[in-house]
């Protein structure tokens, strides 16, 4: 699909990789940064609808922010970016784990708290956020891609104007757009919630399935 939005991707780790390569399969064009430019230039040879830039050239020029980094770096992200990223929509993948003494993972915040309500909390004035793109693991967002017929990624917003945007965007990485509500919901989106792979939902779903399990 054209689109006269543009799209940036920041940071290549497991997630932010596998979100580019479904915008390339789909022929949406993106920007691309991340802290080695020299790294994501290399990265970014396989996709040609990839534009590579510095991490502050594609905040500035994009319309829609991927920050696919760290959970405990976004905050400073947002307030080092917060003048370039006035008007702009800004997609949180971001689950707050990290690994633990048993050879898996822990949340790194509070059990009843999410890490999209406490990055909105630290939202640019004039910025717009949507929780989505994370909900399956990064294997499973580059498998489950385009597939027939195609898998749910779940969402979460509280302004009903991006809607739209982040159900374009949604689809253009190969799945289908189900909005479960505000952000106040990020918590089933996140690692352990229910709708999340690594959580009770416990594997990629359909639309017929996610309206299910939505409800």
């Known amino acids: 699909m054209k689109t006269e939005q543009k799209i940036a991707v ?3 780790g497991n997630i932010g990789k596998a979100v580019a390569e479904n915008l390339n399969k789909s022929g949406r064009k993106f920007i691309v940064a991340g802290r080695d ?3 994501v230039k290399e990265v970014a040879k396989a996709w040609q609808n990839a534009q590579v830039a510095d991490i502050a050239t594609a905040v500035k020029e994009a319309d829609i922010v991927i920050p696919a980094i760290y959970f405990p770096l976004v905050a400073d992200f947002l307030k080092e970016h917060a ?3 006035k008007g702009k929509v ?3 993948v971001s689950n707050p784990i990290a690994p633990d003494e048993n ?3 822990k949340k790194v915040i509070a059990a009843e708290a ?3 309500e406490i990055n909105a909390s630290h939202l640019p004035q004039g910025a717009h956020l949507a929780k989505a793109l994370g909900t399956l693991l990064a294997g499973s967002l580059s498998a489950e891609a385009f597939t027939t ?3 749910v990624l779940f969402y ?3 302004e009903v104007s991006i809607n739209p945007v982040v159900e374009q965007l949604i689809k253009d990485t190969g799945f289908e757009p189900v909005r479960v509500g505000g952000l106040n919901q990020s918590i089933r989106l996140e690692v352990f919630g229910d709708l999340n792979e690594a959580g009770a939902v416990d594997k990629p779903v359909t639309l017929e399935e996610a309206r299910q399990l939505v409800k």
Do not use: H, M, N, Q
Request: charged share 25%.
């Open 156 to 158: 979460a917003t509280d």
């Open 10 to 12: 920041i940071g290549l």
């Open 90 to 92: 800004i997609v949180d």
């Open 149 to 151: 017929p195609r898998k």
């Open 83 to 85: 003048e370039a990223l």
């Open 114 to 116: 999410s890490a999209g």
């Open 37 to 39: 430019t020299a790294k």
């Open 103 to 105: 050879g898996g993972f």
